[in-house]
């Protein structure tokens, strides 16, 4: 099974970390588990906050994926107008059993096709954006991630997290989802909740 996690200049770095630390964890138990980076040029990314990240591979040569994991960010702003990377994930998600993004990444996957019309959800401050586009059938609020067939967007950041663990106990099982919880000490405890 192949993760793939979209790279691009400005995404958001737990929307892109947070998910890949859960798939990671999980394929310590499950050997066919792999995680990939992939981005247009198969070169590196500057994330929002200044952190770098190396690709695996560019879309020429980027294999099939079974499952896609969409980061957000401020670059999808730009990214939602870039024609190689819609179309890249408009073909990507076809060989995929699971499609997802973090916060805004609901702005590529909407644009790009496998979310049009889909009940979506992003980040609570990019809610109007997206509505606004037109593309998704329905945006939710107050959720941490939405699931409408084989497409499954989760709201800001941390979310993402969330996502992740139940994509994993629905694919094999709800143990293996808290398993892998447990190992990453996901256990959220705000210090100044409400």
């Known amino acids: 099974m192949i993760v793939g996690f979209l790279l691009f200049d400005g995404l958001e770095e737990l929307d892109l970390v947070g998910p890949w630390e859960v798939w990671s964890m999980a394929a310590e138990s499950r050997s066919e588990v792999r995680c990939v980076a992939i981005s247009e040029d198969g070169k590196g990314v500057r994330c929002a906050k200044g952190l770098r990240v190396l690709a695996d591979h560019g879309f020429s040569d980027a294999p099939d994926l079974d499952v896609l994991v969409v980061p957000g960010g401020r670059g999808t702003r730009r990214e939602v107008d870039n024609p190689a990377l819609l179309a890249w994930i408009e073909g990507a998600a076809r060989s995929c059993a699971w499609v997802t993004s973090v916060c805004t990444g609901s702005l590529l996957l909407t644009a790009a096709g496998p979310a049009r019309g889909k009940r ?29 067939g084989n497409v499954v967007t989760a709201a800001g950041v941390s979310a993402g997290i969330d996502m992740a663990l139940w994509l994993v106990g629905q694919i094999w099982e709800p143990a293996l989802a808290r398993q892998v919880q447990r190992s990453i000490e996901y256990d959220p405890a705000p210090p100044y909740g409400d």
Request: hydrophobic content about 35%; glycine content about 14%; cysteine-free.
């Open 120 to 148: 979506v959800t992003t980040h609570w401050g990019a809610t109007d954006l997206l509505r606004g586009r037109g593309e998704a059938g329905e945006v939710l609020e107050d959720t941490r991630y939405v699931v409408d």
